[in-house]
């Protein structure tokens, strides 16, 4: 028999040779596939952890965020509130220095000197604490900043404007704490 020959044996085996060879590369070619979705599976496990660090790392900035707004919120609210007394507290003590150094002054007292030094004191003090004093003598009376306890005949004011400063007033933060009280000025009649 000539090897050449084709005889139902070799047709079979040439049949079956190929089948086996192509299951056999069928298969390689399920290993690589499946090898590749492990690398792929794993780098997915990968970027999904790196995710889940992102996201505990923003959880934390978050929470670290809302306990930074909880802390300045009790501090604001601490100012605002706690500021208050201390407010009032220096206002007090400036209105113990001011009428000390008004009564001076209309005394014609030897201490004038040193109670008007000590009233400049106490209000640049009051300034540095962000408390504005109200003394506008020769100014327009304001009525949201003023209290007018008289009206007097003035020489040299016009008719309307602060004559005399008789307590001072103050303002904190913008708003008015104690309006000045004052006397106004009136055109003689």
Request: one cysteine or more.
């Amino acid at each position: 028999m000539n090897e050449n020959e084709d005889t139902p044996k070799k047709r079979f085996k040439g049949f079956f040779g190929k089948k086996k060879a192509e299951a056999t590369e069928q298969k390689e070619f399920r290993g690589s596939v499946s090898q590749e979705f492990l690398q792929i599976n794993e780098s997915l496990k990968t970027v999904s952890d790196n995710i889940a660090g992102v996201a505990e790392r923003l959880r934390a900035l978050e929470d670290k965020q809302n306990e930074e707004s909880v802390r300045l919120e009790a501090i604001t609210e601490f100012v605002q509130d706690g500021a208050r007394p201390f407010v009032d507290a220096l206002t007090n003590l400036a209105d113990g220095v001011e009428e000390f150094y008004r009564s001076a002054v209309e005394e014609n007292s030897p201490l004038r000197e040193r109670a008007g030094a000590m009233w400049d004191l106490a209000k640049a003090q009051l300034e540095s604490a962000g408390i504005a004093v109200i003394d506008n003598k020769g100014e327009a009376f304001d009525i949201g900043r003023e209290t007018a306890s008289s009206t007097v005949d003035w020489s040299g004011l016009p008719d309307g404007r602060v004559a005399k400063t008789l307590r001072c007033g103050y303002v904190f933060r913008g708003d008015v704490i104690r309006r000045a009280e004052v006397l106004v000025s009136k055109a003689a009649d």
